[in-house]
């Protein structure tokens, strides 16, 4: 089909070589038949014959957002705004990828465009309300996932914004909508009767249902999980794996390369975006939040040799390694053009420590630890879209915490100037103590300001954004009221049962 919808538009260029409209269309068949570089050929000729066409421009930023060229993508939706002020799609994938990349201020603007063009459009009120959340704007925030629920209430995504503010109760009526909802079927494919049980979870936890709660929760699991299951085993044998690869590395060229780079990793739920909130107040540090440049550097030099990650490590020299640390820096550079050192919030970069060690030997590593009963029963009752993923079981959540703890104190043990247990409970306890030990890990002077850090003015991308915008709770433990319910994940982690 492609093949004939290139030879169509072949004879077409040849009747009228210049024109704008079969040029695009030319372009958009290179993009199905992934031919990027044609596809934008394509795409700059047209807009070189008729600078103002602003699909063009909408479409050429498209192709330049799918293969990396970010400024460049932002530039050319940018143009299609100015060129067609009155096109709702423009505004939406500019607001949407302004939102993935941290500028969550002009995100908002740009979305709440769309969304005044359009209202009907429901992806951009979702999306508008996900960039309230991270600026912090609650009310303003509940707001749009509601009216999304007034035109569609079976809607997982804005049920699933609503659950993630931890801050704000769901109400009774809530509860009365969602178990409507999820009666409905024609109302819930599969990814709105997941998100929607897992905010019917927090809506009766919230209202001290507590049995209610957990049959919510393990329904909502149990329907990811047969999605993609995720193996214990499996996992287990490749942690092992990279644990073995990634501790003989050679000796670093530059110790101090990657010294700008603070990573927080550790088991999600744990403390970790409260952690970075800390470090972000200090004056020079930039709160990145969740990067994936880390995964694209190894993925670029995995499609180089054509070899994955656990076959080339082994084989790496210093000078690779220093290029490695080297292509991670000139990703990250973004978030220091205004302090010299930013935070990498990923949890699931522990299984890279020692990649990390060989990458950027400078780099810090705060590995964030909480009981781990408590942060397993958190990672229970967060839906997760990366799949498979561990916490759709609670033997399953005990099973990888084993692995994390297990490997990670083997490698803070070798490297205690590279890596610091930073304990939630301890924290807690004794604030300003444990702020400036962490700082002065991280070889950062004590600043006043990190211990109000719950007043910081930053974009926060992680479901605790409302959590890290309150002081210290010293009464967050949830998992003792469900009793036995949770004897599978004590087992797990050869805790005593309560039943």
């Known amino acids: 089909m492609a093949d004939a919808a290139r030879r169509a538009l072949d004879a077409a260029l040849a ?41 063009a421009h909408s479409d050429l930023a498209n192709v330049q957002q799918a293969h990396g060229a970010i400024d460049e993508a932002l530039a050319s939706w940018q143009r299609a705004c100015e060129l067609a002020p009155g096109a709702p799609m423009p505004w939406f994938n500019l607001g949407r990828n302004l939102q993935l990349h941290g500028d969550t201020a002009a995100a908002i603007d740009a979305l709440e ?12 009120l979702i999306l508008l309300g996900d960039a309230l959340v991270h600026a912090g704007r609650f009310d303003d925030a509940s707001a749009r996932y509601r009216a999304v629920l007034a035109q569609h209430p079976g809607c997982g995504d804005a049920w699933r914004g609503l659950a993630n503010m931890k801050t704000r109760p769901l109400t ?105 909130q800390i470090l ?67 949890p699931s970069n522990w299984l890279l420590s020692g990649v990390i060690a060989a990458m950027l030997p400078g780099a810090r590593i705060i590995d964030a630890r909480r009981d781990a009963l408590e942060a397993g029963w958190s990672c229970f009752k967060q839906q997760f879209y990366r799949l ?41 306890a004794e604030p300003e103590r444990e702020i400036r030990e962490m700082l002065a890990f991280c070889g950062l002077p004590f600043d006043p300001a990190c211990l109000d850090y719950h007043h910081a003015k930053r974009s926060v991308r992680t479901a605790s954004a409302a959590q890290v915008r309150q002081p210290l709770q010293r009464d967050t433990a949830r998992a003792g009221r469900y009793g036995a319910l949770l004897d599978p994940l004590r087992a797990g982690l050869g805790l005593p049962s309560i039943g």
């Open 15 to 55: 009747l009228s070589p210049a024109h704008p409209e079969i040029l695009r269309l030319y372009a958009l068949v290179h993009v199905r038949a992934h031919r990027p570089a044609a596809a934008m050929a394509a795409l700059q000729q047209a807009i070189a014959q008729w600078p103002d066409y602003a699909l």
């Open 113 to 124: 465009h769309a969304s005044a063009l359009a209202a009907e459009f429901l992806p951009a």
């Open 172 to 276: 009774e009526r809530d509860v009365e909508s969602l178990t409507a909802a999820l009666r409905q079927p024609a109302l819930a494919p599969t990814a709105d009767r997941i998100a929607m049980g897992f905010a019917l979870g927090k809506a009766c936890e919230d209202l001290g249902r507590y049995p209610e709660a957990f049959a919510a929760l393990n329904r909502a699991n149990a329907e990811l999980r047969s999605l993609n299951p995720w193996s214990a085993r499996a996992f287990h044998a490749h942690a092992e794996a990279m644990r073995t690869a990634s501790a003989h590395r050679p000796a670093p060229v530059d110790e101090r390369l990657g010294h700008e780079a603070i990573f927080i990793v550790g088991l999600p739920r744990s403390g970790s975006t409260l952690f970075e």
């Open 280 to 346: 972000a107040t200090h004056p020079a540090v930039e709160g990145a939040s969740e990067l994936t440049e880390l995964e694209q550097t190894l993925s670029e030099e995995s499609h180089r040799r054509g070899q994955p990650l656990l076959q080339w490590i082994t084989t790496a020299h210093a000078t690779d390694w220093q290029r490695l640390g080297q292509r991670y820096l000139q990703l990250t550079a973004r978030w220091r053009r205004s302090k010299p050192r930013h935070t990498d919030k990923l």
């Open 388 to 428: 498979p993923h561990f916490a759709c079981s609670l033997t399953d959540i005990a099973a990888y915490i084993h692995d994390y703890e297990q490997i990670m104190d083997g490698w803070q043990a070798a490297a205690p100037q590279r890596i610091r247990t930073q304990r939630y409970e301890a924290l807690l």
